[in-house]
């Protein structure tokens, strides 16, 4: 009866704290969420600043200044956090602890120094393993079998303070990075919860991050989403998978780019012009030949037409086998 009583008054006390948020995309949503379920005291929340986005360019707000909105809390959307205003406007809330999870901004020293029991970084890869700002898409590229969460306390450098818990989780031929980052966010939540009580309490040992073993990923951009059809199928097919939802690989098609939402490698060897589509055999039945192998294509979307599977979309294209996909279609076109 004691340790449930001792164990009760421990999540009381948690709850208590006031704590301060930081985070931007999908990823850091479900972060949020369970620290409101589990009602602790959030009592504002940081986020990206509003960027215009489609066609339209129409501002949007990013899906954790939606959650927060929703829920009544405090929004702030510095631009940096290099100005004295920034760090005093944060100070004026009197944060007791601070968690991050795929903010995009970096905290100074001001920062990391103010709250109690500090800055706690919620980060999608086994650190220090794939450190910086597109841990999931890279260990996709890198054909990483593991991934996992990391709860790191922040310090001045990128992904490099000590771990406080971390967990495993595998990554599927199937995954994208859409469907990993889901997965990684539900177990991030969930290890946060376990691991904030025992932090709190000071009943955790830190673990130095081992330097020999750390790599560094590279922003992404919608310039890495061009199909080079000089790399192997391998080396494609991972592109294919880590930019989805964003930024999408894409091909050229008759002077049009032609997006590829899913593909699939074939073989180590193959014959032909490298970037010529081919009927192949089996399932999906079409692809394009790389340097190294062939890339089947199963799901497409031609600019200004909508994503259709590779089948449908062939019989619109009678064309389509035989062509040779790149830029220099948009010369030929």
Same mark, same amino acid.
């Given at each position: 009866?004691?340790?449930?009583?001792?164990?009760?008054?421990?999540?009381?006390?948690?709850?208590?704290?006031?704590?301060?948020?930081?985070?931007?995309?999908?990823?850091?949503?479900?972060?949020?969420?369970?620290?409101?379920?589990?009602?602790?005291?959030?009592?504002?929340?940081?986020?990206?600043?509003?960027?215009?986005?489609?066609?339209?360019?129409?501002?949007?707000?990013?899906?954790?200044?939606?959650?927060?909105?929703?829920?009544?809390?405090?929004?702030?959307?510095?631009?940096?956090?290099?100005?004295?205003?920034?760090?005093?406007?944060?100070?004026?809330?009197?944060? &007791? @602890?601070?968690?991050? *999870?795929?903010?995009?901004?970096?905290?100074?020293?001001?920062? %990391?120094?103010?709250? +109690?029991? /500090?800055?706690?970084?919620?980060?999608?890869?086994?650190?220090?393993?794939?450190?910086?700002?597109?841990?999931?898409?890279?260990?996709?590229?890198?054909?990483?079998?593991?991934?996992?969460?990391?709860?790191?306390?922040?310090?001045?450098?990128?992904?490099?303070?000590?771990?406080?818990?971390?967990?495993?989780?595998?990554?599927?031929?199937?995954?994208?990075?859409?469907?990993?980052?889901?997965?990684?966010?539900?177990?991030?939540?969930?290890?946060?919860?376990?691991?904030?009580?025992?932090?709190?309490?000071? &009943? @955790?040992?830190?673990? *130095?991050?081992?330097?020999?073993?750390?790599?560094?990923?590279? %922003?992404?951009?919608? +310039?890495? /989403?061009?199909?080079?059809?000089?790399?192997?199928?391998?080396?494609?097919?991972?592109?294919?998978?880590?930019?989805?939802?964003?930024?999408?690989?894409?091909?050229?098609?008759?002077?049009?780019?032609?997006?590829?939402?899913?593909?699939?490698?074939?073989?180590?060897?193959?014959?032909?012009?490298?970037?010529?589509?081919?009927?192949?055999?089996?399932?999906?039945?079409?692809?394009?030949?790389?340097?190294?192998?062939?890339?089947?294509?199963?799901?497409?979307?031609?600019?200004?037409?909508?994503?259709?599977?590779?089948k449908d979309f062939v019989l619109g294209q009678r064309e389509f086998i035989g062509s040779v996909l790149g830029r220099s279609s948009i010369e030929t076109?």
């Amino acid at each position: 009866m004691f340790d449930i009583i001792k164990k009760l008054n421990k999540n009381d006390f948690a709850m208590k704290v006031r704590t301060v948020f930081m985070g931007t995309p999908q990823f850091a949503v479900a972060i949020l969420e369970s620290l409101l379920q589990s009602s602790y005291e959030v009592i504002a929340v940081y986020t990206q600043p509003d960027k215009p986005a489609g066609r339209g360019h129409q501002v949007v707000f990013s899906p954790v200044k939606k959650l927060a909105l929703e829920r009544e809390i405090p929004v702030i959307q510095p631009e940096t956090f290099k100005s004295r205003e920034a760090v005093e406007k944060l100070a004026s809330f009197q944060p &007791e @602890l601070i968690i991050v *999870a795929a903010f995009g901004l970096i905290l100074p020293t001001e920062v %990391l120094s103010l709250p +109690k029991f /500090a800055c706690l970084n919620v980060h999608p890869s086994l650190l220090p393993r794939h450190r910086g700002p597109s841990p999931v898409a890279n260990a996709i590229l890198c054909g990483d079998e593991l991934t996992g969460v990391t709860i790191m306390l922040m310090d001045a450098g990128m992904d490099t303070g000590p771990i406080l818990a971390q967990e495993k989780m595998g990554i599927s031929f199937m995954n994208t990075t859409g469907s990993l980052n889901s997965k990684l966010a539900h177990v991030g939540a969930r290890l946060l919860l376990e691991t904030l009580p025992k932090w709190l309490e000071g &009943e @955790l040992k830190l673990q *130095a991050q081992d330097e020999s073993q750390a790599t560094y990923s590279k %922003l992404i951009t919608s +310039k890495d /989403a061009e199909i080079d059809w000089h790399l192997s199928a391998v080396e494609l097919w991972r592109r294919v998978r880590a930019y989805i939802p964003w930024p999408i690989s894409y091909t050229w098609y008759q002077g049009k780019r032609l997006k590829i939402h899913e593909a699939m490698p074939f073989g180590d060897v193959a014959r032909g012009e490298i970037g010529k589509v081919v009927a192949l055999a089996e399932p999906p039945g079409v692809g394009v030949v790389t340097r190294q192998g062939i890339l089947g294509l199963c799901q497409v979307q031609l600019e200004g037409r909508r994503e259709l599977p590779i089948k449908d979309f062939v019989l619109g294209q009678r064309e389509f086998i035989g062509s040779v996909l790149g830029r220099s279609s948009i010369e030929t076109a």
